[in-house]
């Protein structure tokens, strides 16, 4: 067993151990798993797990597992007759509905669910081994799955416990776990996050440097680097590329070097990354009046060795933000690809990438421009242009630009859904002052849902997530009694802090 593994839970490491002994026993895996870049490395290391110990793997992303989702997955079983079905980065809170599904799944000896997030309360101390499926979660054995552990980092620690030659795979889990922003927007991974990314350092396949945390460091031209600047969002610079000229102007900073070769961050001295930086930090709190907006900028950059360099692929938050491009844009299975070293997925990543960051930067100016509905409890954000699988990172990128203001709950409607149907997607993102002010946005999500379920008889909302970041599926008829539900326990729940 590998050293790694021995930090973790007694009870989590023997529900590892079965798992680990279901893949070397059984011959024909099924791999479900999430699309955004947590469930896409996530994937990719089953995947490659699978192929170490010489086992085809029939693989796919969805959106979310629902009611409508689990269809297919069925038809998948039907089609290909497996004996290990493997739910990643998500299954927990959809347990119930597996084990509705498990008598129809002829042939599967095991299910195994490889999850973080947390339970709904009639499962929480419900058994993790029932039948034939096994569960790991962190959140059952006394961890946090925001951030001691993502969706990757579980699946890592399979494999870890699988075969320990399969340490390499711990990149991956270093991109997931950062994708999933559990290193804290850069300020450092704590619990078994932190064992894992010393276990890459150890033997070689991260380097960590302190530096600045925008997205493009190691890739984007000097002035597109601010240009497309969407995490902070910066009045006046990000989409001015004249301002961003001028910006490096102003600082005497070429953004050419002698050969008339555009310079990257990377490629600037230490001076002049002082003289920039000290820059950012003025034009941040001139446009915003707040000093905790330029929290963040600065803080630990992970750089993956191995790696092509001068590449997004160089970068964990790079990476993850090529992935969840891709996961964002309907193409997971793409993103899968490029994590396992396909250098045509690559390219077709890099165009997906440049569609993503444009979708958040015209859905932010409309959001600046269309502004947002203050409800008791929380803000709104109500936009038919933006689509579902980015309506969440666009209300959280608003509230750290301020966009949105971060003292109460903002939550995300979208009716541009992945998949036609009666339903509206709802995504809700809380600060780290809101959480502590008594807010858990998952608890609230589940108990309106549960409420309107129990009134109508019948599945209204599907709900889930983390106490920051959370989200539902909601029958279209019932989308303004979800939210008045919602006002009112976020608003009892901030109360009662009080």
């Not at 529900?15 to 990719?44: F, M, W």
């Not at 075969?163 to 804290?184: K, M």
């Not at 490029?338 to 997906?352: E, N, P, S």
């Not at 971060?406 to 541009?416: K, M």
Request: proline content about 4%; aromatic content about 6%.
């Amino acid at each position: 067993m590998h050293d790694l593994l021995m930090t973790v839970p007694y009870d989590m490491r023997g529900l590892l151990e079965e798992a680990a002994g279901a893949v070397h026993t059984l011959r024909k895996p099924l791999a479900i798993s999430h699309i955004d870049a947590d469930g896409i490395t996530a994937l990719a290391i089953l995947v490659t797990m699978f192929e170490r110990v010489h086992r085809g793997v029939v693989w796919k992303n969805i959106h979310q597992l629902n009611s409508e989702t689990m269809e297919e997955v069925m038809r998948l079983v039907r089609e290909h007759s497996p004996d290990l079905v493997v739910f990643s980065d998500l299954g927990t809170g959809q347990r119930a509905l597996i084990e509705d599904n498990l008598d129809d799944m002829v042939g599967v000896e095991r299910v195994i669910i490889l999850d973080h997030h947390l339970p709904t309360e009639d499962t929480l101390d419900s058994g993790v081994v029932v039948d034939r499926i096994v569960e790991v979660n962190p959140c059952r054995h006394g961890l946090n799955g925001s951030y001691d552990v993502s969706g990757a980092g579980v699946a890592f620690l399979l494999a870890l416990a699988v075969d320990p030659e399969n340490y390499d795979l711990t990149e991956l889990a270093v991109v997931g776990a950062t994708g999933d922003l559990q290193d804290y927007y850069g300020k450092g991974f704590v619990g078994l996050n932190r064992e894992i990314l010393g276990l890459a350092r150890q033997t070689g396949l991260v380097r960590i440097t302190r530096d600045l945390t925008f997205f493009g460091v190691n890739t984007r031209p000097l002035p597109m680097l601010l240009e497309y600047s969407t995490e902070p969002y910066i009045p006046g610079l990000t989409g001015n590329r004249d301002a961003c000229y001028a910006f490096f102007e102003a600082l005497s900073i070429p953004v050419k070097d002698d050969d008339g070769h555009w310079r990257t961050w990377m490629d600037l001295s230490s001076a002049e990354k002082r003289r920039a930086t000290q820059r950012l930090f003025m034009y941040i709190l001139d446009a915003y009046d707040d000093p905790r907006v330029a929290e963040g900028i600065i803080g630990d950059v992970v750089l993956l060795v191995r790696r092509p360099q001068h590449t997004e692929l160089a970068n964990a938050k790079e990476f993850s933000t090529l992935l969840n491009a891709c996961g964002r844009n309907r193409r997971p299975e793409v993103g899968v690809k490029v994590c396992l070293g396909d250098k045509g997925a690559y390219a077709t990543g890099r165009t997906l990438l440049h569609e993503h960051r444009a979708n958040l930067a015209a859905a932010l100016r409309r959001l600046e421009e269309n502004g947002y509905d203050e409800r008791p409890g929380m803000y709104l954000v109500r936009d038919p242009e933006t689509p579902d699988t980015i309506i969440g990172i666009v209300i959280g990128m608003a509230q750290g630009a301020r966009i949105v203001p971060a003292d109460r709950p903002v939550i995300g409607v979208s009716e541009n859904t992945t998949d036609e149907g009666p339903v509206v997607k709802i995504s809700g993102r809380a600060r780290k002052q809101v959480l502590d002010a008594g807010v858990n946005l998952r608890d609230a999500f589940v108990r309106t849902g549960e409420v309107l379920n129990q009134k109508y008889g019948t599945l209204v909302v599907e709900a889930g997530g983390h106490p920051m970041a959370a989200g539902a599926f909601v029958r279209s008829e019932h989308l303004d009694e979800f939210l008045d539900g919602l006002s009112e326990v976020l608003t009892s729940m901030m109360a009662s802090a009080q």
